[in-house]
């Protein structure tokens, strides 16, 4: 499809701010809409404004998997670069697309202080061959360095389970003190089913392989590997994957995406769905979150979820306004706190005062929509 059918200005039509809040002490803050710069992006998830990379007070990072230092360049030179946004919407590039030549920056997560010589680093998953072709090809991991602006890769992910080829990678998350997972770095891929354990030495293994081969479980493919809100699931450090039971990365061509979570213990994948879980991973929201601080967030997709999969047919059209975000109340009690978001890929972050929202559009890059239609956009309470 040719670029004149996405111009900014179609790009701003298709991606316009409709957001409806059910709550009159908090106010909707528009920050960017399509057909700016951003592509992909997406917030980092659980954030800790106290963690090495904290900036000036309500700032918070936002990784990008598609951008690059102009519109319409060279795909094969990298793209996906890291921004920090400030209270003021100010934009502060802290890593400039395709700077060493990543392919991507996929959920960038920080490491604990005492993680080897990368403790404090920043890692994130990227293709190894830019783009759409590499998107299904293997992929590795890089990270950042404290301070520095060029990230460098760290390790390989190798082949795995009947799929082997580790594409469509994502980071999960850093094993907590105490539990079984202690010291380890959980990535997986959803494209073969596995769930990998990188280690501060730079060695990457399989840990848990769900392809449904061989006496292994599944298949399952991953969507997202977090630890439960104890509130929720009444146990602390529970290792939940969100994703589907019976399928793959293959056979799963659809938007109607309604995942389910299972709890992962001692390395053992349990098929029985944690129904506390069903609408998702959630965020407790900080203290300057006004009167609704300390209860917990999601999105709510109502099983549209815009990603890899996004079929070039249906380019033309606006995402519908399906989304919503859902709060929970101190008796587990769950309320629409805002409604008629756009469908995509919306994640939740706090930063200050603010819940910032980042969503993706219609597809990553490196799939068939290539033009930025990214947008954020922030909930404030104001008194």
Same mark, same amino acid.
Do not use: C, K, W
């Given at each position: 499809m040719s670029s004149a059918h996405f111009t900014p200005e179609k790009l701003r039509e298709m991606t316009e701010f409709k957001v409806e809040l059910h709550d009159p002490r908090y106010v909707v803050e528009p920050i960017v809409t399509g057909?700016? =710069?951003?592509?992909?992006?997406? %917030?980092?998830w659980d954030w800790n404004e106290g963690c090495s990379w904290s900036g000036p007070e309500g700032s918070i990072l936002i990784s990008e998997i598609g951008g690059q230092p102009q519109p319409e360049t060279d795909w094969s030179m990298g793209h996906g670069g890291l921004y920090r946004l400030h209270a003021d919407n100010v934009w502060e590039t802290v890593m400039s697309p395709g700077v060493g030549r990543q392919a991507g920056v996929f959920r960038p997560m920080i490491a604990p202080a005492g993680w080897g010589d990368y403790g404090d680093h920043i890692f994130f998953g990227s293709q190894i061959v830019p @783009? !759409? !072709?590499?998107?299904? &090809?293997d992929h590795m991991i890089y990270c950042l360095a404290p301070g520095e602006s060029i990230p460098y890769p760290f390790a390989l992910v190798p082949r795995s389970g009947k799929e082997q080829i580790s594409g469509a990678f994502v980071p999960g998350v850093f094993g907590r003190k105490g539990t079984p997972e202690e010291g380890l =770095?959980? %990535? =997986?891929? &959803? @494209?073969?089913?596995? %769930?990998y354990a990188a280690r501060p030495d730079g060695t990457v293994t399989p840990w848990l392989v769900m392809d449904g081969e061989g006496g292994n479980p599944g298949p399952v493919m991953p969507y997202r590997l977090f630890y439960a809100d104890p509130q929720i699931v009444g146990e602390d450090n529970m290792l939940m994957l969100e994703g589907k039971w019976a399928t793959n990365f293959g056979g799963q061509q659809t938007h109607e995406f309604r995942t389910k979570h299972y709890r992962i213990a001692n390395g053992v994948i349990h098929p029985e769905a944690i129904e506390a879980l069903e609408g998702g991973a959630t965020l407790r929201a900080p203290k300057g979150f006004g009167p609704l601080a300390g209860e917990a967030f999601r999105p709510e997709y109502a099983g549209f979820m815009s990603s890899v999969h996004w079929a070039e047919g249906d380019a033309t059209a606006a995402l519908p306004y399906t989304t919503s975000i859902v709060r929970r109340d101190a008796d587990g009690k769950e309320h629409v706190f805002a409604s008629n978001i756009q469908a995509g890929q919306n994640l939740l972050g706090f930063a200050g005062d603010r819940m910032i929202v980042t969503n993706m559009g219609h597809s990553y890059s490196s799939g068939n929509f290539k033009y930025p239609d990214g947008t954020v956009f922030a909930i404030r309470y104001k008194g």
């Open positions: 057909g700016e =710069f951003l592509y992909d992006p997406q %917030i980092f @783009h !759409r !072709r590499g998107a299904v &090809m =770095f959980l %990535i =997986f891929s &959803m @494209h073969n089913s596995t %769930i």
